[in-house]
């Protein structure tokens, strides 16, 4: 089966940086993926990362290490829109079977 | 840009109603995945297909739910009889698995908002 273990809630502040945390046990790990989802809204696509490493797109950074289960997504400058829902995703191998942790709710407050 | 259409957008029905919710995926990709989303359980993963083949579906409740994909432009859910405890948002979402396309990650689409009274 598989695990994902994301924080419920956090609050960070305008301009700041706030880094979001997912752990994760799978059998046959074949990826992760980070979403944003505003209220009411449907997920959208921010990362994805299959090797041990930082992948950085511009504001959003993705950090993944296989051997601890352990993935981080990094907001840099937070703008009062980042506030939103961050979900955390698995796939698995063989079918690549996705799926999502409860998500962290993320209030950036000025 | 393309998208995945869901629709309807909103359904009320009363309890004991057929249900069905329909999605096309973008055209291409080769994966489409029926997800629901409630503030209790977050995003559960009922089902999903992989070029039209139905690959998992352990998420749903067997005696009531059923999902099909009868062509690559149309994947279904269905619910029959539905249930008050059904209530929730159900997403369809779709991806080209695997490739360089992973980068891109599935896309969703706007969901079905379900409510059974």
């Known amino acids: 089966g598989q695990n994902i273990d994301q924080p419920t809630e956090m609050t960070a502040t305008e301009g700041a940086i706030v880094q979001i945390n997912c752990t994760y046990q799978t059998s046959g790990f074949n990826g992760l993926f980070w979403y944003q989802q505003h209220a009411g809204e449907a997920p959208t696509f921010l990362s994805y990362?299959?090797?041990?490493g930082l992948e950085e797109k511009g504001r959003f950074s993705s950090f993944l290490s296989r051997s601890k289960g352990y993935s981080y997504l990094l907001l840099k400058e937070l703008q009062m829109k980042d506030s939103a829902s961050y979900l955390c995703a698995v796939r698995r191998t063989g079918g690549f079977k996705t799926i999502f942790g409860a998500g962290t709710r993320l209030f950036v407050k000025a | 840009d393309a998208r995945v259409t869901q629709t309807p957008r909103d359904k009320v029905t009363e309890m004991g109603q057929e249900v069905t919710m329909r999605c096309q995926p973008i055209?291409?990709?080769?994966?489409v995945f029926w997800y629901r989303q409630t503030m209790m359980q977050g995003l559960e993963l009922l089902a999903y297909?992989?070029?039209?083949?139905?690959?998992?579906d352990s998420g749903m409740p067997k005696d009531r739910f059923s999902a099909e994909m009868p062509d690559a432009t149309l994947a279904t859910l269905k619910i029959q009889p539905s249930e008050p405890r059904d209530s929730a948002v159900y997403f369809c979402?779709?991806?080209?698995?695997?490739?360089?396309?992973?980068?891109?990650?599935?896309?969703f689409g706007s969901g079905t908002r379900l409510t059974v009274v």
């Open positions: 990362n299959v090797l041990d």
């Open positions: 297909f992989r070029n039209r083949a139905p690959l998992d």
């Open positions: 055209l291409g990709h080769n994966t």
């Open positions: 979402a779709s991806g080209l698995v695997p490739g360089i396309q992973d980068n891109y990650g599935y896309t």
